[in-house]
């Protein structure tokens, strides 16, 4: 009689000879195609270009005594390309909300900006993950990286252009790169969704919003400067709005009331992302209190960034809340 040891040691080479057949004659039986997984022409890999994608990232570091890389870099380079990802969805969705407004169509403007809002709100957030890395780590990488810098971002710059940071300075930030310099350059003259809007409401107008006249034929590539005429015709939208809570009608602007919110709303995030950003980098390099640590683009680092905050695309959208309450300051009992 087999003892309990070998009878133990037999069942599982009978049980892996089992297997064995089943497993041949599964490979000898002819498995028809899945039409979802195996189409010949078009797979999850293929349509996302996902080999592609993957290739994409090719740290360019080396520790000069062992050759190795630095781990961090390849967060570093996904963070980057994820943004610009996310910048290029931005443009495609400010082109739509354009193409509405100048459709009048300002519902599904505000449709849009919904998405956009989104997106800020995700972009807003990543911003974090890169302090993870340390800032000793990043110094280890950062000489590498050395021309290159997000001032050459040529969709950020395509952003700000679009929105009314119009500086034709930034076209010569990105080097000998002259089709990227032109490509930069259509963007410089474009109306903004602000300009769209306005557009929009002149012709929505029936002498309600007075909205000066000279402003729709202004010069596109120039930034927007506050203009009171037109935080008067703001102030109207709000107003508007504000009477159909007193059984005025103020459902008839409704559509430019959220509109003009959706607009603020844009801009306040494009603010908030900048200084997320500055502190990210001061984080990371320093820079503000005390001397400037100079970018890898070349700018002053963080002081640079600091000087770009609190500048608002759009100011008559943030002038005209003064106009809805509050007393016009007489001086702050704290104030020096
Ligand atoms: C360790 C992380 C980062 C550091 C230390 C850093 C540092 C800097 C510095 C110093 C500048 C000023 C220009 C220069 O001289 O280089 C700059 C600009 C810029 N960076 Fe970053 N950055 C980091 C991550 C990012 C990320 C993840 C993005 C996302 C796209 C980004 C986008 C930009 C853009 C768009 C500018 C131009 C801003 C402007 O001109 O207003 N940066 N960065």
Redesign the pocket.
């Known amino acids: 009689m087999p003892s309990l040891a070998h009878a133990h040691s037999r069942r599982p080479r009978a049980q892996g000879r089992s297997l064995t057949v089943a497993v041949l004659l599964l490979m000898s039986t002819p498995v028809p195609p899945n039409p979802i997984y195996h189409s010949t022409h078009r797979t999850y890999g293929s349509y996302l270009k996902v080999p592609e994608l993957l290739d994409l990232q090719q740290p360019v570091y080396a520790d000069p005594r062992t050759g190795l890389g630095h781990r961090d870099e390849l967060l ?1 380079i996904i ?2 390309q994820v ?2 990802l996310w ?1 290029k969805q931005m443009l495609h969705e400010l082109d739509g909300v354009a193409e509405h407004l100048a459709h009048d169509q300002a519902l599904r403007a505000a449709q849009l900006f919904e998405r956009i809002h989104k997106i800020m709100h995700l ?1 807003i957030e ?2 974090p993950l ?1 302090e993870t ?1 340390f800032s000793t780590e ?1 110094a280890k990488f ?1 000489d590498a990286l050395r021309p290159a ?3 050459q ?1 040529v969709q ?1 710059r395509k952003l ?1 252009f679009t929105c009314g940071k119009k500086d034709p300075k ?1 076209l010569q930030l990105v080097g000998s790169d002259d089709a990227a310099r032109v490509e930069m350059a259509k963007f410089l003259d474009r109306p903004t969704p602000y300009d769209h809007f306005i557009r929009h409401l002149a012709r929505e107008d029936h002498n309600v919003f007075n909205i000066p006249r000279d402003f729709l034929s202004r010069d596109t590539t120039r930034p927007h400067a506050l203009n009171e005429s037109l935080v008067n015709s703001l102030e109207v939208v709000y107003r508007k709005q504000d009477e159909s809570r007193k059984g005025g009608g103020g459902e008839r602007y409704y559509a430019q009331f959220r509109v003009a919110e959706h607009l603020l709303e844009f801009d306040k995030c494009f603010q908030i992302w ?1 200084f997320g ?1 500055v502190k ?2 001061e984080r ?2 320093g ?1 503000i209190v005390g001397p400037a ?10 002081q ?2 600091a000087s ?1 905050l609190m500048q608002p695309f759009w100011p008559d959208l943030w002038a005209v809340r003064a106009r809805f309450g509050g007393a016009p300051t007489t001086g702050c009992p704290v104030a020096h």
């Open positions: 570093f963070m980057h943004y610009e910048f972009v990543q911003l890169m890395m990043f950062r810098s997000g001032f971002s950020f700000e930034m900048r950003h990210m980098v990371m390099i820079g640590v100079q970018g890898t683009g070349g700018s002053t680092g963080a640079y960034l770009t």
